[in-house]
T-cell receptor, first 121, second 111 residues
């Protein structure tokens, strides 16, 4: 398993400002993901962040709004830019420690961080 | 129509009851099916993972997948108050890594 920490755990921000969320993993992982969990909605993948390459964004999410850094195999940041109240959400990072095999228990596991609860006023 | 549908509940049961949680989906390409448990103000934790159709049992938990009906279930036997949480189903296709989540079902097990 992987132990993941996120900073900050929560924040209240003014509209128009930006917030950078940090995700730290206790082991080296290739694949890290950023999700958004809006009230009453499903967890939604924002982007995939692989070390050494540009982040890959899902439909509806763009780099200008959610720039991501992945400087090494244990750390990533997600910035929520030019925030509006609609960005109020929980933001979670997750990691997939293994991508091998089809049915092995170690594949298809995604471990999640505790989340960052963001409120935009 | 969303790809994954899950009744948000809340579902309230007495301690010791058998709990049935369900999701339906529309994308026939989904091959991997997971159940996550999320306690309040915590991140989701993986409970069970199943590939394609069939059953998998782990202690008090049983996951079932019926691909012909596009329907998955999680059964919790002898439910405990500590099982009170939100249960999220998730699934993905063979290719790619993006998980498609249901909205989650809130479960309360009362002593």
């Amino acid at each position: 398993s992987a132990v993941i920490s996120q900073k900050p755990s929560r924040d209240i921000c003014q509209r128009g400002t930006s917030l950078t969320i940090q995700c730290q993993v206790d082991s080296q992982v290739t694949m890290m993901f950023w999700y958004r969990q809006q009230p009453g909605q499903s967890l939604t993948l924002i982007a995939t962040a692989n070390q050494g390459s540009e982040a890959t964004y899902e439909s509806g999410f763009v780099i200008d709004k959610f720039p991501i850094s992945r400087p090494n195999l244990t750390f990533s940041t997600l910035t929520v830019s030019n925030m509006s109240p609609e960005d109020s959400s929980i933001y979670l990072c997750s990691v997939d420690p293994s991508r091998g095999g089809l049915e092995s228990w170690s594949s298809n596991e995604q471990f999640f961080g505790p989340g960052t609860r963001l409120t935009v006023l | 129509q969303k790809e994954v549908e899950q009744d948000p509940g809340p579902l309230s049961v007495p301690e010791g009851a058998i709990v049935s949680l369900n999701c339906t989906y529309s994308n026939s390409a989904f091959q991997y099916f997971m159940w996550y448990r999320q306690y309040s103000r915590k991140g989701p934790e993986l409970l069970m993972y199943t590939y394609s159709s069939g059953n998998k049992e782990d202690g008090r938990f049983t996951a079932q997948v019926d691909k012909s009906s596009k329907y998955i279930s999680l059964f919790i036997r002898d439910s405990q108050p500590s099982d009170s949480a939100t249960y999220l189903c998730a699934m993905r296709a063979n290719s790619g890594y993006a998980l498609n989540f249901g909205k989650g079902t809130s479960l309360l097990v009362t002593p």
